[in-house]
């Protein structure tokens, strides 16, 4: 489905960490890449997000990686990728070559592998920015990891922080925040369990996975609110369960800049298309003549 040219560009452009976008809307971490391009035009996107880089290649996490639930999909893929080397030699230009906006996800074991990628990825080119993926329990270690991707991260290359599902978000968001960070991604992945009807042990190969999908979209919005609630001037990316333009429009009246697409992608990979023209409608029946006019709308008294 394409986007009607009535709506195309019609009060959807959005600023994200100093980045001027064509939609709120990216894909998420891993949720997407060159297959999707048959199905919708890339270039049209907000940003793509890549599947999260680390600085040796790593096989993944054992099959099977991805189970069904009422509502929701638990996945386990394990950071699955070729590496830096791999990754700035065969994917990112792929990216580059067709001028598609991208925003490189990385991870790392330790302080010093994290700059590293910063640095290398960072002056590649082509990149938008760099999506830090947290694991970190706490505040201070979020602070530490955030300081030093923004300090060796190239001058002008926005860092975005992917917050961790476990804690405090607002904690966490603030920690990022004060270390650096342009932006922070709020509502990625939720830890679950699904078990084996036959076996009656853990269906994934890796035990336990994170769930998404339209099952944790209420959770998702929990978090992104309680973040916008404790700090408004923090740039939030939401993601959770996006299926709809309406969704989209939830996400940016609890505090959301943009968003982030992920588990419909697999069952729908035009869903950028539809959801667009979607979001365009339910701003137009609202009299909201931009994305920028419906953030924090939930925060206001009627």
Known sequence: MSVPSTTAGHGLDTSLAGLHLASPLLTAAGCGGPELAPFTDL???GALVTRTVTSDPKAGAPSPRLAETPS???SAVGEQNPGLQGFLATELPWYAQRGIRTIVSISADSLAEHGELARRIGAAPGVAALEVRLGTPDGYQTGKVVH???RDAPRGVPVLAKLPPAGDPAEHARAAMDNGADAVVVGAGFPGLVVDPHTL?????AGVGLLSGPAVHPLAL???YDVHAAAADVPVVGVGGIRTGFDVLAMLAAGATAVQLGSVLYSDPGAP??????LAEELERRDLE???DAVGLAHERP
């Open 43 to 45: 270039t049209r996107l």
């Open 72 to 74: 929701g999909l638990l």
């Open 148 to 150: 030093v991707v923004s």
């Open 201 to 205: 042990r853990p269906l994934l190969g």
């Open 222 to 224: 929990r978090a992104v």
């Open 273 to 278: 298309d539809r959801i667009v023209a979607e």
């Open 290 to 292: 931009s994305v920028a």
